[in-house]
C-alpha cells in the first residue's frame, strides 16, 4: 500500500513538473518574441541591442532576465522530470510517449541554451563557442561540414549569429513547446489510463471471493499494467 502511494505521489508530481516545463517553455517563447523587436543579429550589434535593451526600452531588463531564467529552469525541470518519473515506475510500455518526450526535451532544451551562448556577442561567449567549434569539426566525417553551417563559413562572424539566431529562435523554440505539450498531453492521457485502472482493482477486490489474497489481487495489477 505504501508503494502504491509513493508511486501515486510520483506520477501527480510528473504531471505538475509537466505543466511546469510547458509553461516555461511559453514563457521563454513569449519574452523572446519580445527581445525579438529590438534585437539585431549582427556580430557588434547584438551587444548593443540587448545593452539598448535593458537601459531604453521599459521592463527590458526585466524581460530579458525572465527570458533567462526561464531557459535555464527548464532544462532543471526537464532532469527532475526525468528522475521523478524514474521513481514513479514510469517506465512501462504504456510510458513510452512520455519517456521519449521528456528526452527530446531536455536535448531540445541543452540545445537551446547552446545556440545562445553567442547571441548577446560577449567575450565569454565568443571564445567558448570557438573552443567547441573545434570539437566539432573534430567529429568524423560530417565534423566540417557542420562547423560551415553553424558558422557560415569561415571564422565566427555576423553569419554565425544569425545562422545561430535562427536556429534557436525558429527551429529549436518552435519543437520545444511541440514536445512540450506532447509530453504533457502522454502523462494526461496515462492518468486517465492509470484512474481506470484504480477503478477496475476496486471492482474486482469488491467482487472477488473473501479467501483471494491480496498477493492475487497484486498480480492482477501487475498484468493489467503491464498489458497497458
Do not use: C
Request: net charge negative; proline share 2%.
Amino acid at each position: 500500500m505504501n508503494t502504491e502511494k509513493y508511486e501515486f505521489i510520483f506520477r501527480r508530481l510528473a504531471t505538475i513538473l509537466a505543466v511546469s516545463i510547458l509553461t516555461l517553455s511559453l514563457g521563454a517563447a513569449f519574452t523572446g518574441i519580445l527581445l525579438a523587436f529590438y534585437y539585431e543579429p549582427s556580430a557588434g550589434g547584438a551587444y548593443e541591442s540587448l545593452k539598448n535593451i535593458a537601459t531604453e526600452v521599459p521592463n527590458g531588463s526585466l524581460i530579458r532576465d525572465v527570458h533567462d531564467i526561464a531557459g535555464n529552469g527548464v532544462i532543471v525541470v526537464s532532469l527532475i522530470e526525468i528522475v521523478v518519473m524514474f521513481l514513479g515506475r514510469k517506465f512501462t510500455k504504456s510510458w513510452l510517449t512520455g519517456w521519449i518526450s521528456v528526452i527530446f526535451f531536455t536535448l531540445n532544451a541543452i540545445a537551446l541554451a547552446w545556440t545562445a551562448m553567442i547571441l548577446d556577442w560577449s567575450q565569454l561567449g565568443y571564445w567558448r563557442l570557438s573552443i567547441e567549434l573545434q570539437t566539432i569539426e573534430a567529429i568524423p566525417f560530417i565534423g566540417s561540414q557542420l562547423r560551415d553551417i553553424l558558422t557560415g563559413g569561415g571564422g565566427i562572424t555576423t553569419a554565425t549569429v544569425e545562422h545561430l539566431y535562427t536556429i534557436h529562435s525558429y527551429i529549436l523554440s518552435v519543437s520545444a513547446i511541440a514536445i512540450a505539450i506532447t509530453h504533457l498531453g502522454a502523462l494526461l492521457v496515462q492518468e486517465r489510463q492509470q484512474t481506470r485502472l484504480q477503478m477496475e482493482l476496486k471492482a474486482i477486490s469488491s467482487t472477488s471471493e473473501p479467501d483471494l489474497t491480496q498477493a492475487e489481487i497484486d498480480s492482477n495489477s501487475l498484468t493489467f499494467t503491464n498489458k497497458n
